[in-house]
């Protein structure tokens, strides 16, 4: 079965603020860890990645955190824009496999 | 200059048709994917082919069979189109198919079975 992600819930932010999207994950051996955001309409863009080595990975207004002990990722963005608005899916993978397991998504709405 | 690109974006047909969606990719990529997205979102992969060689083939049913005549396309050719076929179907690409890589989506084809 599938070992990442949530249900699709939907994150409300309010514009300017930060905003943090969580991940959970159940394989210990995934070792590779990718952000994506999917707008309306398009095809799922990488944001940001982070290697099992390390717990913190920094971006142009996005930071992923990687805590392996809880099994858990998070994205943060910071000083949300309305440009923000999306879907947003974890995915993971590890050396063993070869393909990347997508978890399903939390959809980013930003307040005006 | 896009880099993946896939046709139709979008294909309207009745139950029992057989039809194509078509994927080429300009980067220089090895690997190449076909993923299915359903209604509530969720990505799941069904093929990939590295240098036309068919690496996964995820449990998809017979009447899907992809093609890739070169590295730079792979084609998906779906026989007998069911209701249950309905969804997003999103082509992709990779450098080299290692496991630590990102993934380069094309736009997707909407698929709607009637």
């Known amino acids: 079965g599938e070992s990442v992600g949530l249900h699709l819930p939907t994150l409300s932010v309010q514009e300017g603020d930060n905003s943090i999207i969580n991940c959970a994950y159940s394989?210990?051996?995934?070792?590779?860890f990718i952000w994506y955001k999917q707008e309306s309409g398009k095809g799922p863009q990488f944001i940001i990645d982070i290697r099992s080595n390390m717990d913190k990975r920094q971006g142009q207004r996005v930071t992923v955190l990687l805590n392996k002990t809880v099994k858990h990722l998070s994205l943060q963005i910071a000083a949300t824009q309305p440009g923000d608005s999306a879907v947003y899916f974890c995915?993971?993978?590890?050396?063993?496999?070869?393909?990347?397991?997508f978890g399903k998504g939390t959809r980013l709405h930003i307040l005006p | 200059d896009t880099a993946v690109s896939q046709t139709p974006k979008y294909l309207v047909t009745q139950m029992g048709n057989d039809k194509s969606i078509k994927c080429e990719q300009n980067l220089g990529h090895d690997t190449m994917y076909w993923y299915k997205q359903d209604s509530k979102k969720f990505l799941k992969i069904m093929f990939s082919?590295?240098?036309?060689?068919?690496?996964i083939n995820e449990t998809v049913p017979n009447r899907f069979s992809p093609k890739s005549p070169d590295k730079a396309h792979l084609n998906l050719h779906i026989n007998s189109l069911e209701l249950g076929d309905s969804a997003v179907y999103f082509c992709?690409?990779?450098?080299?198919?290692?496991?630590?890589?990102?993934?380069?989506f094309g736009s997707g084809t909407q698929l709607s079975v009637l």
């Open positions: 992709a690409s990779s450098p080299i198919g290692a496991a630590n890589e990102k993934l380069f």
């Open positions: 082919y590295n240098n036309k060689e068919l690496i």
């Open positions: 394989n210990s051996a995934s070792d590779y």
């Open positions: 995915a993971e993978n590890n050396d063993r496999d070869d393909k990347i397991i």
